[in-house]
Structures are given as C-alpha cells and as structure tokens.
C-alpha cells in the first residue's frame, strides 16, 4: 500500500462533493456523444433548468437534433447546426452563442454553448457547458445603438468635430468638419491617421497656418478649455472649441469643435458701427443742445437781470405787471432750456450721480419752498408732511431728489385749479443699513384717464386737453433721475379725484439716523386748530402733538364754535387759525369762556391780516415744523408775561434765585470774577468789561479747568459759556456743584450762551446753573448781574433799560460798541482789531470745515465766530454764523454753502468799513469760498 506522502499515491476522488459543487454552479456542465448519426446528452447538471429552462432528466432523455432544432432560434440555427457537423467532423473546440427558448410560451435567452472534443473506447464525446449570456447580449446590443445613433448625430450635427485620441490619434472626425475645411478627403481617408498628418492637410485653409498650428499645440500641452477665432483664406472665420476629454489617470483625449461664425461677426461689426453712429449722433445732439443752451441763457441774464433791476426802481401799477410778465416768460424760457439739457444728458447716460448724506426733510421742504409763491398765486395750499418720528438722514444724490420734487411739485401746482398740494413721506422699518422710502405728491387736480397715464412719462408728451406751458420732458427727466438711483416712479390717478405721483428709492442710512429732534416742547398745552384744508389741519396736528399738546381740530369757525360747549372744560393755550377775522369771534368766544385769552396764530400768510395787527405771528405755507414749534412756544411764552399764573407750566427767561437769598454774600471789594470761556476774542472784550466794573477776573479756557478753578479758590460769581471743548459748560456746572457741599457759601454761575431755547436754558437751570445771560452781553447787562448776584453799588436805571433795548442787524455799530465799553475808544480799537487779525484764520478754518464735511469741527467755529462778532459789533458776520449752525443742525449742506458764501461777503465788507486793510486778505479767502 502505498504511503500517504508517496508521490505515486493518488487520493480517492469525492464524487459527492463534485456534484454538489456543480449542482450550485452558474454554467451548466454536459457531455455530449454522437453514435450511429444520432445525437444524445447522456450527461447534465442540474443548473440546465436555470439556463435553459428544461429540467436534467428531460434533457437526458428526449435530446437530438430535431429537439434542439425546434428549441433554437431559426435565425441561429444554420450557424449552429453548421458549426455542431464542423466540430464533430474534425474534432476542434466548439463554441457558439444563440437564441433558445424551451417553448412556445417562454422567452428568448441568448445561450453560450462550449465544449471540447475526447476520444475513448466508445468513440468521440465532447465535454462542455451551457451558460446564460442574455444580460450581457442585452447590454451589448444597447451600447451598440446608443453608439449608432451617436455616429449619426456626429455625422448630422452643424458644428465640426474631431476627436484626437490619447495617442495623438485621430480617433473621429465628421463630415461637417470637413465640409468646413473643403478639403478633397473624406472621413474614412482622415480617421486614424496622426494628428500632425492632419493638420498638414488642414492647415493650409488657415489665412495664418502657422499662427493655427502654434494656437493648437499650446492646447494640448496646457490641456485647458479654450476658444478662438481664425481668419480662413477664404475670407470666412472659423472658430474653434477645444475641451480636454480627461480620463480617471489624468490623461485622456482632445475635443476640437469648429463652427462658422462669419455671419455672426459680420453681425457684430455691423452692430459696433451703428453703435457708434448712434452715439456720435447723441454726442452732436447733446452739443448742439448745450451750445444753444449757452446762447439762449446769455441774453436771457441781461432780460431777467434788467427787469429784477426794473422792479426795484420806481414803477407804475401797469408797468410792475409788464416786468412781471417779462420775467414769468424768461423764467419759462429757462425751465425749458434746463429740462431740455438734462433730458439730453439722461438720454447720453450722462447723468451725474452725487452721493452723499443729506436730509430728505429739508429736500423737500426746501422744494415746495421754492414754489410756494406759485401754489400762492394759484390759490393752493401747500403742505410737506414728514412723520416726524421717522429717520430724516440718509445716503444719496439729494441734488436729483431735490429736482424730481421740483418737476412733481411744479406740476401738481400747475394742473391744479382749486385745493391743495402736498408732499407726503413714508419711511418703512430698516432692512439691513436701509430704509425703503416712499415719495408721494398728492394734488386736487382733475385726474389722468387711465389710457393717458401708461405715457405720461415718455419724453415731449402733453396729454390731450390740457393746454399749460412745457415741454413735455420733464416727467421723461424725473424717470431717468429716479432710474438712475435705483427707484421706481409711478403715477395713481382717477379723473374727478386728483393725481398722486410717487417714487420708491433704498436710501442707505447716514450714521445713526434718527427722528427729528425737537427743540420745543408743548407738554400740557390745550391747542385749538381750524384750517379748511385736510392736508395742512393733518400735518399741523401730528407735529403739535408730536410736541406733547392736546389738539382739537375743526374745518371751519363754525364747526369748532358748535362745540365748544364740550371742548371747554379747560382752557385753550393758543388758537391756530387760516383767517384772522373769523378768528376774532373764535378768540372772543373763549375769552368768554375761560380766564384769559388764548394766544393767536394765523396758519395762512395769504389771508389778510386786520387793520393795523402787526403783532399776530403767522406762519406760511409750507409749514416747517420747527417753524411751526417755535412760533407756538413763542406765542405761548409772551402769553405767559401777561399771566404769571401759568408759571409752573411755561420756563421763564429770568435769573431763578432773588437777590435777597441768603447763600450769596454781599461784598464791596472788588468782586473775584470766574470767566469760563474758550474763545479768545469774547474772553478779551468781557474780561475788560469786567474790568471796568471792578472785578478780578480769572480764565478757564475749557471745561477741567474750570473745575479745578473752582475747586482751588472762592469766586464771588462764575461766568460759564456752555459750549466748551473737552466736556460742556452744563456737564462742568454740574462738577461745581458737586463740590458745594464742602462750602459754606453759595457760587453762584450764570450761563453765557446764544442758544435761546427754553428747554436749553431749562437744561442750564437743572444743572445748577442760577442765570442765564445771552449773548452777546454788554457791559450794563453785566453790571447788572454782578449787583443781583454779588451785591454793591446800584447801577443808572437809564444804562439799564439801554442794555435792553434791541436794535436790528447791521455790518458794524461802533456806537454801540463804544457804549458797551464806556466810550474807551483805545479799549474798542484794541478789541476790533484783534477780531480783524483772527478773523482770516477762523474763515479758513470753517472752509476747510467745509470741503471735509466735517459738521461737528463746522459747528464749533461757527459758533466761536458768532460770540465773538456778537462782542465787537459785527451784527451780520455772527447772524450768518448762526445760520450756518441752524442749516448744520437740519444736515442742509445746500443752505450750508449758500450761508458760508454770505459769511466771506459780511466779513469782506466788514474790513472795508473798518479799515480797509482786511479787505485783501477777505478777498484771498473769498476766492476759495466753498461752492
């Protein structure tokens, strides 16, 4: 027996294990035997079932070749049948795939039969197997169409196209390439050759083969997208794609898709020219326009200069109403020829856009201001209402706002025979740093057909019907204004109801835009408004509410006098009113009712006022609402000089401690005098007044040392100007006063501020301030102030009553001054003249204030010019000062500039009635004047 690690022994085979082994097998294994020109399988696996659909043991059974041939496809079957006699006759390795289904209700299956041929004992036998292939048959024959029908979509498609392959062959090219290249070859002759023979023969089509060849060996090697355009000799462009056809190892083959664009550039070119065509017909329009322009206005400022001179001089009533007409007519012809240009400036794209921060409020306002005497002479009321609670400053062109206001305005005030104009805002919740804001004009007028509307703003339209001065352009230029600034434009109107034009821009915020902020307050005041129209009886009544007042408002006289029997059970502050003698018999009617009249405003400057009534305040269209505020609180407070019983309701401009309070001691020394002041010049003239009124005086320039002043010695009296830099006069009040407790004595500080409004000085009081003396102070009125608060000698009553006394604005009133200073001339001309030296700097410093935009830096010299041109006499330099810091606070940077220019002329004209030696340096600085 032989060993088991004997070569020669050979292990018995597990014919079992074989069996189950073939039974879960994917092919089917089979033995196939030809005897006696019969064919029979005397051997099958199980899997048969799987593959062919027909058990092992019917197989086995009823196989030959009749059976098999009506099982297989007939299409297959001479193949089959052709290579089963071919095997048998020579023995060689069968292998054939075909159809075969085991009946007539089964599927096709495509079948591999394989199987190799074995001679024995019984003769020929062939050993294989039986394995279904139809999913990969399937698959094949679906690769194989998508492939023919992408060849014909090559073949067909109006783009050429070559694909070289990753061994810079040509892998594919169609007929449309060379078609394009006209080249005498055909696709078969190109396909498969290498790319450089190909482009030998394409190259020389190109109007520059070299410049192609180079352009095409550059993308293979950066194997990056890309296209050109190529000049053929022909006359034709060609442009070619090229895309990297990229495979999993980072090579792969090239794509190159080639079109013909020759119709599309000749396109272009043509399009280009009449592109610049156009726009040199634009450019010669907008010049012609503007050289006219040019010539009309030139004459046109001598006719409407002459006639503002004619209207100046002595007239008669017939020759006043010609000049009028001359200068309507002029100032027609002048809107004409601006909205003409700035239509042709829009249509060129020309459009200037100027941003920057600006107050929408006072754009508005300022708008309707600017034809208030247009809505007057067409007996309209005018209104701007602004809530007053939403932001006012924001980031944007205000110089085409102000011109798109302008043309609504104008026009609402045009097409509009009875009622009212006004310009209404709406400011949405901020989204991010802006806010939507929403412009409305509302008018009164006839309305718009809706037909006409979808045109009114294509340029020279006149709707039909209303025959009015214009152009037709200027509602084309607010479009293109209000395009240019990113909004939209629009117009809502129904015949018989008026018209409402209105605009929506995204403003961006400027800073921390806020409400505006009100300068007056009317907390517990009773307010009585009558106005016949809704527009301005609205606006009146949020902004005196706004303010804090109760308000009742009626239409008419009549409607209000039948309710008063209600209303009455208070007392009314203040009666505002649009027609002064229908107001006597409201006023008189409360006089009766209550104990003391209310005081009397008329809304409306273009009702006439009674004979001989030059004291009624009134106010006119458009209301501005610190215009408004303002008058009301001041109307308020001279009511309140008659009645001291409203006391605890309204400030009073007056020291807040009497003479005789026991804190304050009497001396007759010289009085030691604490003088907080920043400016030079005003610490100069009230030191010397000072002076003469026996003081000794003490500087503090600014708010700390102020303090550490007062805390280092005893002052008799401390004079404190408000507005200080480092910290204020208020804030340092209030550190004073923090060191009283460790005093014995009262210091009392009286405020020197030109700001005169009663919540300011109400603000002075509440710090510890115990007066408020405004500037400019002469020398009585500190003479004045020592004896109530320092005690000693009593001052000429006639000196007194002097300082009282107010006389209106001018350039220079050295009588004054000298009064002021006790008629010591050198004291006067050392005072001027030291003003007239520093004077220079201080312009350019608020000129250069100016060009930077620099509002706070503006503000403060404004307001040290003001206090010191108020001391020296220079009533017009410190009047436009304090208009300059009035159109600062309403951030009008237009008013701004205007107030600056008339500044540079009071101070220019200053110097020349001083000495005239200031007059060059003025005219220096007036050269650079902000504009």
Known sequence: MAKPNDPTHSPAVDHRALERSAAHAPVALYQFQRLDDRAHIPFVTEPVERVLGVDAATMMREFDLDWLAARVDPNDWEDFSDAVAHSCHTGETFDQTFRFRAGEDQPWRWIRATSVAENNASGRVWHGSLQDVTSTIEKRQALDLTRRRLSTLVE?????????????????????????????????????LPIEKCREILAPRFAE???????FAQRRRERKPARHTFSMGDGRVLECIYRPLTDTSGEGAHLWQWHDVTDDKRAEGQLRQAKREAEA???AKSEFVARMSHELRTPLSGILGITELMTRSPLTEEQHEYCDIIAA??????????????????????????????????????????????????????????????????????????????????????FTDEGYVCVRVDVSEPVGASSKVRVEVCDTGVGIPPLDQDRLFEAFTQLPGQHRPGTGLGLAICRHFVESMGGTIGVDSTVGSGSTFWLELDLPRFEEATGDVLHTSLNDQRLLVVHECVAVRKLTEDYLRYAGASVHSFASVEEALAKLDVLCAAPFDALLVDEQRSAQSLREELSRRQADPPALILLDHRRQRAA???????????LHIHHLLDTVGAALSRRQDHDETVHDRNLRYCRTRPVTDPRIKRVNRPRRVLLVEDDPINCTVVTRML??????????????????????????????????????????????????????????????????????????????MDDFLLKPVNRDQLSRALLEWCGGETLDEASSAASDRIEPPVVFDRDA????????????????????????????????????????????HAHTLAGAASQVGADTIAQAAERIRQAIRAHDWDRVRYNIGWLFEESQLFGRLISGELTSVIDESEDETPS
């Open 817 to 860: 001054l000298l009064a002021r200073f006790d008629y010591e001339e050198d004291l006067v001309d050392a005072v001027v003249d030291a003003f007239c030296q520093d004077l220079p700097r201080r312009l350019d410093l608020m000129r250069e204030a100016v060009k930077l935009r620099r509002s706070e830096d503006l503000d403060r």
């Open 281 to 283: 017909a634009v450019a």
């Open 209 to 215: 083969p070299d410049t192609a060849v180079a352009w």
């Open 156 to 192: 067909n498609v109006s783009v050429g196209l070559l694909v070289e392959d990753d061994r810079g062959q040509v892998e594919q090219l169609n007929r449309t390439l060379i078609e394009l290249f006209a080249v005498d070859y055909d696709t078969d002759d190109l396909a498969g």
């Open 329 to 414: 007519s002029g100032h027609t012809l002048l809107s004409i020829i601006n909205e003409v240009l700035d239509f042709t400036r829009g249509e060129e794209g020309k459009l200037d856009h100027q941003s920057g921060p600006f107050d929408l409020y006072e754009v508005l306002f300022g708008a309707a201001k600017m034809l208030m005497a247009n809505a007057a002479n067409a007996g309209l009321d005018l209104a701007v209402h602004y809530p007053p609670d939403a932001p006012r400053t924001f980031v944007g062109d205000a110089r085409k706002l102000r011109q798109v206001a302008l043309n609504l305005i104008g026009n609402a005030i045009k």
């Open 691 to 768: 002076e003469t009124l026996r003081c000794a005086v003490t500087h503090a320039p600014d708010g700390p040392d102020a303090v550490a002043a007062a805390q280092a010695s005893e002052f008799d009296l401390i004079l404190m100007d408000c507005q200080l830099p480092t910290f204020t006069g208020i804030e340092a009040t209030r550190r004073i006063r923090g060191l009283d407790t460790e005093r014995t004595t009262h210091q009392p500080i009286l405020a020197l501020s030109a700001n005169v409004m009663p919540e300011f000085r109400q603000a002075c009081i509440e710090a510890g």
């Open 612 to 622: 001989g009534d030059h004291d009624t305040p009134s106010l006119e269209q458009p």
